[in-house]
């Protein structure tokens, strides 16, 4: 007999989404919509629970309305939903810590424990944020306990000497699944020794995660490995033909207008699109490349974007009466210099610039 569950966290119901502008509070309907997902994926797949390893709130004092979705949607189904505190939605401020009446269906750690659920063959190990000096003594197979041991965690694994957790209290614990939260991209760390991974978010909370969100169907059984299979829960993703940070690649060599690379950029953008654009090549056109209004225009039309300017600029050239005097004021003063003119150079360009209506 195995056991199947789904595991998500990070979901952050209620954030603002200040740098998302007027796009913020469609956006913030996305979270529910990942974790109905999430929750239609569970019932997909007859899974025996569903996980949320932290962060179900983006902080305390979430609205109401964030709380009630929640609780509903725990409610409408009829496997448990297993929860922890997050660092953001920690316990001794935790929305459902302040409700007299909690859905049978959820079962709510507010601090580290070790709990059989009924009618399940899995002890689950609750450690949520803030009991970290907890974590090594409740981290170990309880030779005792139920078929199958789960821990639930939020923390951070060390990267460059940082992180809330530490690689060996997991090494040896011997557990058969560790569903960690608080990182919002998916990531394995099972090489430690033990199936144990970050589920990640599971819609868009920062455009520099992976993308679209996942959940993890993770699959236990007795004879064989765990099998952890990510699936599709966010709408947010990268444009087609970006590498797996988002990143998508325009040379810029075979335009000489603004609206011309405007017409290569806008099919590639929804208003689920989450893009970092990096302009290379060579600019050659009478007319600067104006990256301020280039965002203007490509941002009103996705969720999120980014430009990074890795082009080459091709010097402009005097076409007015006023460029062709300031020209000759530039070359008299240069050769009166005695030495590198580069900044001299920088400036008449950026004159240039200017006078054709380029903003600093």
């Known amino acids: 007999m195995g056991l199947r569950l789904l595991h998500t966290s990070d979901v952050h119901l209620g954030r603002a989404f200040g740098y998302l502008g007027e796009r913020a509070e469609t956006h913030r309907l996305r979270l529910k919509q990942a974790l109905e997902k999430a929750y239609r994926i569970a019932q997909d797949h007859e899974c025996d629970a569903l ?7 983006d902080r305390p004092r979430v609205e109401l309305e964030w709380v009630e979705f929640a609780l509903s949607l725990i409610a409408s189904v009829s496997f448990p ?6 660092n953001h939605d920690p316990a001794d401020r935790h929305p459902f810590a302040e409700r007299r009446s909690l859905p049978h269906q959820l079962r709510f750690y507010p601090h580290a424990k070790r709990e059989r659920l009924p009618a399940l063959d899995v002890e689950i190990i609750a450690c949520p944020a803030g009991e970290d000096r907890r974590f090594q003594t409740l ?13 639930v965690v939020h923390g951070s694994m060390p990267t460059a000497g940082e992180g809330t957790l530490r690689r060996e209290w997991f090494r040896d614990c ?7 939260g608080d990182w ?5 760390f099972s090489e430690i020794g033990v199936a144990c991974w970050y589920s990640g978010a599971p819609e868009m909370i920062m455009p520099n995660q992976r993308l679209p969100g996942v959940a993890l169907l ?8 765990p099998q952890i299979t990510p699936i599709q829960t966010g709408s947010a993703h990268f444009p087609e033909g970006a590498d ?15 609206t011309s690379l405007l017409e290569t950029l806008r099919p590639i953008l929804d208003e689920t699109t989450v893009a970092r654009i990096r302009l290379t090549g060579r600019w050659d056109s009478g007319v600067p490349l104006d990256l301020e209004v280039l965002y203007e225009a490509l941002s009103v039309q996705c969720l999120w974007v980014w430009m990074e300017p890795a082009f080459r600029s091709v010097g402009l050239a005097p076409q007015t009466p006023f460029e062709h005097a300031l020209a000759e004021v530039y070359q008299e003063c240069k050769a009166r210099m005695h030495g590198d003119a580069e900044l001299l150079d920088s400036a008449y360009q950026q004159a240039l610039y200017l006078l054709r209506g380029g903003r600093l």
């Open 51 to 57: 996980i949320i390893a932290g962060d179900l709130f």
């Open 81 to 86: 939903t297993i929860v922890i505190p997050g």
């Open 139 to 151: 981290l170990k197979r309880d030779p005792a306990g139920a078929p199958y041991q789960v821990a």
């Open 174 to 180: 011997q557990l058969d699944y560790v569903a960690i």
């Open 184 to 188: 919002h991209s998916p990531q394995d």
């Open 218 to 225: 993770v699959e236990l059984s007795d004879r064989s490995r």
């Open 244 to 258: 797996s940070s988002g990143v998508v690649e325009v040379n810029v060599s075979g335009h000489n207008s603004l």
